[in-house]
């Protein structure tokens, strides 16, 4: 295998699973995202070439340039961690890289990550599934114009289906989201919570309804939590009472 196709984890690098660390550790070259953790950067030898291909939400991706990177640098026999936020299955494009790269007779590996959709919950004291409140959970992209949801996301069935709902990237969709989510019949009373920057000492969590969602201010990356769930606070379930400001059950 030359390249692997690893999952950072949400942020904090001790969420990082092993396989990861060892594949970082003997990396001839690591091609990451923006929003990697330097921590977890520098567990890669010292003479490994780092390469940020890194996005600007909104701006148009650059992924066919990352990918022909990912196979020209395949090809050289090297070992290449390609390393992605969260697990790179969900909402990382990472289909489309290893898609690419068996096209392309690169041989690939995919090592899982601990996705943001289940941590950021979960670090807000949140779980997601939840005996008596929640028997399912669905996982959604809150991104209209994302390519990997043609047609769009149906909120009305969405909606109507009860359950926890995980959102990403929708805060600049909020307001829409929201509506679209009460037009199907949720309650305005819903409870809602928004993570951002789940894991990392820049965390912080917003505890509303869908009837405040579209008022609360806080920027991406963040994740949507909405469901009777939402309304849970079990404590900080990362680190040792969470990050710096996110303290136990109490905060
Ligand atoms: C392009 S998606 C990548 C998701 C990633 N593959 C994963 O499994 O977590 C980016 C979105 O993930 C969510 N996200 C990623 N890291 C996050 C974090 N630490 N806290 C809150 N949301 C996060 C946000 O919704 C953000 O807009």
Redesign the pocket.
Known sequence: VTVYLVGAG??DPGLLTRRGAELLARADVVVHDRLIDHELLELAPNGAELIDVGKVPGASPAQAGITALLIELGRTGQEVVRL????PF???RGGEEAEALGDAGVDFEVVPGV???FA?PAAAGIPVTHRGLATSVTVVTGHVGDPSAPGGVDWASLGRAGGTLVV??GMSERARIADELLRSGRQATTPVAV??????ERQQVVRTTLGGLAAVDLP????IVVGAVAGLDLGALVGEGGPAGQGGPSS
């Open positions: 949400p942020g992605k936020g969260g697990d969900v909402f990382g996705s943001s959709a950021a990403m990237m993570v951002h920057w789940a894991t990392t991406a990356p963040s994740v």
